[in-house]
């Protein structure tokens, strides 16, 4: 029989249990075979789904019944308080980019591009390829797979590139991401109640990550350009800092990027103070125009910790990440990363190298470099065109966000409801200060949406801007 029987039934006995009391005989099997002209299995069918609801109840040799409520038992969880005492980490750490929205809200609030944007035909065929090999039931190296380490390693410089000390695969550790590599770091290189310095504005994961280390957060400004080296030196003298961690190249949620000079000046002050620079490349395969050179291939004591996720670039349940460090602070690291996840899934170890050694590869980058371009300079039309040529602070050569301030009275967080409610989200941008905001901003993320929803999204900004 048809599910549609299945559902005429179902319709009708709904009825009953509606009509009837708690506990009253509902139609044996036989009467409702012979009432629908049904097969006893689509009955049963029928009768199993309400079951599922709690609506109906069987009993063996005597038939079905309407359900007695069941009462309801208002578990007691006030123990918990005096066993956990104050909170030690804000519950709201977690970002607005990472909120789930429906299908038929705009979202411009992601930290990950659309799937369109994705190697899906790689990475789809490197699962199958790696699901079938031996890392599928085999537990790989604690430090990743060779072929994947040594990956990372030779990308830090480019082909033929001379550096003052050549990363070896032996500085690589492949880790769940990047995120939990900013943990492993944190806890590692730093004892709560530590201090560490941040851009700021900066990633809301690496504060809530810090946070969650029980770090102190001494926050230096920067806005499309990197921070005052002279800032940098002041924060390093008044905490007692070693850790300054920083997103040189297209920087979330500004897209700013550090030039030369800043690169020269603020390492300067990294070795002078005896610190080590925490780099995150997030956005290393979203460069736009030019190419990233990170901090590392210039850095020869020691003084750089990097840290590269693929996960944005290649698929989002691809969770594969590496962190690079020289010296003893590679070692605590490990210790940590081992500790915590013991190591990283062969399977998706593998299957990120099959991607990336695939010739489709460089062509997706080739690909993908031109669709954030058109992606990037039509969010910046719409946005000069309904927010206001002065909304936009700049446009970054790279990245996936355009950082957008608004007038100082706007209330960002009414803003971003009241958006939401009319079909559009965005990310507020006080989700990116460690200390209070220093105007009202809002973070737009251009590879999640469709860039045809891009005109209609920042015309229902502007209306709620309005009050319309």
């Not at 500085?171 to 709560?192: C, E, Y």
């Amino acid at each position: 029989m048809s599910d549609d029987s299945t559902s005429t039934i179902e319709r009708h006995l709904r009825r009953l249990v509606e009509s009837r009391p708690a506990g009253s005989r509902l139609p044996s099997t036989r009467a409702l075979v012979a009432e629908h002209a049904a097969s006893p299995v689509t009955v049963q069918r029928a009768v199993r789904r309400l079951v599922g609801e709690g609506l109906i109840e069987t009993r063996p040799g005597a038939g079905s019944f309407v359900a007695r409520p069941r009462a309801v038992r208002q578990a007691d969880f006030a123990w918990q308080t005096t066993a956990l005492g104050a909170p030690r980490v804000d519950t709201s750490a977690v970002g607005t980019a990472m909120a789930a929205v429906g299908p038929s809200v705009i979202a411009m609030h992601s930290g990950y591009p659309t799937e369109e944007l994705l190697p899906g035909r790689l990475v789809r065929a490197a699962l199958v390829r790696a699901s079938r090999g031996a890392s599928a039931l085999s537990r790989g190296p604690v430090d990743g797979l060779p072929e994947l380490r040594s990956w990372f390693a030779a990308e830090i410089a480019p082909v033929g590139a001379s550096a003052p000390a050549p990363v070896s695969s032996d500085d690589v550790m492949i880790t769940p991401g990047g995120q939990s590599a900013l943990a492993s770091i944190f806890r590692a290189l730093a004892a709560p109640g530590d201090a560490v310095v941040v851009e700021s504005p900066t990633y809301w994961g690496a504060i809530a990550a810090a946070r969650q280390a029980g770090l102190r957060i001494i926050p230096v400004a920067r806005g499309s350009r990197a921070p005052s080296a002279a800032d940098l030196d002041e924060a390093f003298a008044a905490s007692g800092a070693r850790l300054f961690y920083a997103q040189p190249h297209f920087a979330n949620p500004t897209g700013a990027q550090w030039n030369t000079e800043e690169r020269r000046d603020i390492m300067s002050v990294v070795r002078a103070r005896g610190a080590y620079l925490i780099e995150d490349d997030w956005a290393h395969d979203f460069a736009i125009e030019g190419d990233v050179l990170p901090l590392l291939a210039e850095d020869a004591d020691g003084h750089v910790v990097y840290i590269r996720s693929l996960t944005k670039s290649l698929s989002p349940s691809l969770r594969v990440g590496a962190v690079i460090a020289r010296g003893p602070a590679l070692a605590r690291i490990q210790a940590d990363r081992t500790v915590d996840d013991l190591y990283v899934s062969g399977v998706l170890q593998s299957a990120a190298v099959d991607v990336l050694r695939d010739p489709g590869w460089r062509g997706h980058l080739v690909r993908l470099r031109s669709q954030l371009r058109d992606r990037r300079d039509e969010l910046a039309r719409q946005v000069k065109a309904h927010l206001g040529p002065d909304a936009l602070t700049f446009v970054p050569r790279g990245g996936l966000n355009l950082w957008v301030r608004l007038a100082d009275n706007v209330d960002v967080s009414g803003l971003v409801e009241r958006s939401r409610n009319a079909g559009v989200m965005v990310a507020p941008g006080a989700d990116w200060f460690p200390a209070e905001p220093t105007g009202a901003f809002i973070r737009l993320n251009y590879s999640g949406a469709r860039p045809e929803q891009f005109a209609e999204a920042m015309e229902t900004v502007a209306a709620q801007l309005a009050g319309r």
